[in-house]
């Protein structure tokens, strides 16, 4: 089946810095992929949608210059969260889809966890 | 926009026992997932299905799209079955709506 990777699987950071998290596809090319965060006990919240060659398209409430989206490749995307500070602190998931037309069906990365001290 | 229910939120099992897991939509939808997340946080892909019905190893899943909903089964769970289960659903044109999950324990 397909697979996503997500990298790095947790990360700590100080306050202030800026981390870099990538969601690639390894098996298929992912016209469409997806940035979701999650906060302990509760459901996934959509973030971001990003096609490749794209700007990615951000839901109401989340800051595009806080969380940076570049998809730059069909493999390839990657979520910029800038000058973290604690609250930023959650799972990270992406998703990505296959292909617009023949399946909707989305395939999870294994998640980042973000810690900001 | 389109509002996702499941039920329980929360249930306890005997190993062995079966359970009957339901997801409620309040529109018409193109496509719907179930998901199993895992201790760790991995979201695995349990079942695609936009109505009728399918089955793999001890879980099987219905979708009654006339009726908006639909239920995953699970039959002698296991302990490894424990963790948290989402079903997603999905319009063209939309992004994937997620409920709120129903979170398993299945005791040894």
């Known amino acids: 089946g397909a697979v996503v990777s997500q990298h790095p699987s947790w990360v700590i950071c100080k306050s202030g810095t800026s981390v870099k998290i990538e969601c690639r596809s390894l098996?298929?090319?992912?016209?469409?992929m997806f940035w979701y965060r999650q906060f302990p006990k509760q459901s996934l919240m959509l973030m971001a949608t990003?096609?490749?060659?794209?700007?990615?398209?951000?839901e109401q409430g989340v800051e595009k210059d806080k969380f940076l989206i570049n998809h730059a490749s069909l493999t390839l995307s990657t979520l910029t969260v800038t000058s973290a500070h604690p609250e930023d602190s959650s799972f990270y998931i992406c998703?990505?889809?296959?292909?617009?037309?023949?399946?909707?069906?989305?395939?999870f990365g294994p998640g980042t966890r973000l810690t900001v001290t | 926009g389109i509002q996702v229910e499941q039920s329980p939120p929360d249930l306890i099992l005997q190993e062995g026992a079966n359970s009957t897991l339901r997801c409620n939509f309040s529109?018409?939808?193109?496509?719907l997932q179930w998901f199993h997340q895992n201790p760790w946080g991995q979201l695995i892909n349990l079942f695609y299905?936009?109505?009728g019905t399918k089955q793999n190893g001890r879980l099987s899943a219905t979708t009654v799209a006339t009726e908006r909903y639909s239920l995953l089964y699970i039959s002698s769970s296991q302990t490894t079955d424990s963790g948290v289960y989402f079903c997603?659903?999905?319009?063209?044109?939309?992004?994937?709506?997620f409920g709120p999950g129903t979170r398993l324990s299945v005791l040894p």
């Open positions: 098996d298929f090319q992912a016209t469409t």
């Open positions: 299905i936009p109505s």
């Open positions: 529109d018409s939808v193109n496509n």
């Open positions: 990003s096609n490749e060659g794209s700007k990615a398209t951000y």
């Open positions: 997603a659903v999905f319009n063209y044109g939309q992004n994937f709506v």
């Open positions: 998703s990505a889809r296959t292909s617009p037309v023949s399946s909707y069906e989305q395939y």
